[in-house]
């Protein structure tokens, strides 16, 4: 995991965060919504975040970890600018969904769930996106990529690579 990267924000993804929680700390169960705006600013939540969460609602660390984690929405970390969702459901993995993950992998020199040093590309895993018969299948953001084999994901990768 790219555990090594440094948590950095900026004084104004701070500053949204503290007014988000100002606005709702009085309203019962705000936590849930907390989180979800401070993902939406941060793009991920990271311990210094879940943190300061913590240390404003007056609840302890685990409690937020303990919501972050829980929830398949939360992310503890950061996601690239193509986010690729390969998906491992049952018609997807008997045609061979494993290989394309691990050329996946390959190519990005990172594991399902991280995210490449520069930020391009994070890649995770899924069990269904409702495209059975393209099997199968990954997302990149919205685009849709049916009928994969290991060799295409090379020319699949080097165009948002040429994008950036």
Known sequence: MNNNAKFCATEEQL?????????????????????QEAQGIFGYLPIEVQTIIAEKLNVSLSEVYGVVTFYSQFSLQPKGKYRISMCLGTACYVKGADKVLEEIEKQL????????????????????????????????????????????????????????
């Not at 709702?24 to 849930?32: E, I």
């Not at 991280?114 to 059975?132: M, Q, Y």
């Open 109 to 164: 020199g990172i594991k399902c769930g991280e995210c490449t040093p520069d930020g391009l590309f994070s890649v995770d895993s899924c069990r269904c996106v409702g495209a059975c018969g393209l099997a199968p299948v990954m997302m990149i953001n919205d685009d849709v990529y049916g009928k994969l084999t290991p060799d295409m994901i090379k020319g699949i990768l080097d165009k948002y690579r040429e994008v950036k």
């Open 15 to 35: 500053s949204k965060l503290n007014a988000v929680i100002e606005e709702s700390k009085s309203v019962p169960g705000c936590l849930m919504h907390i989180l």
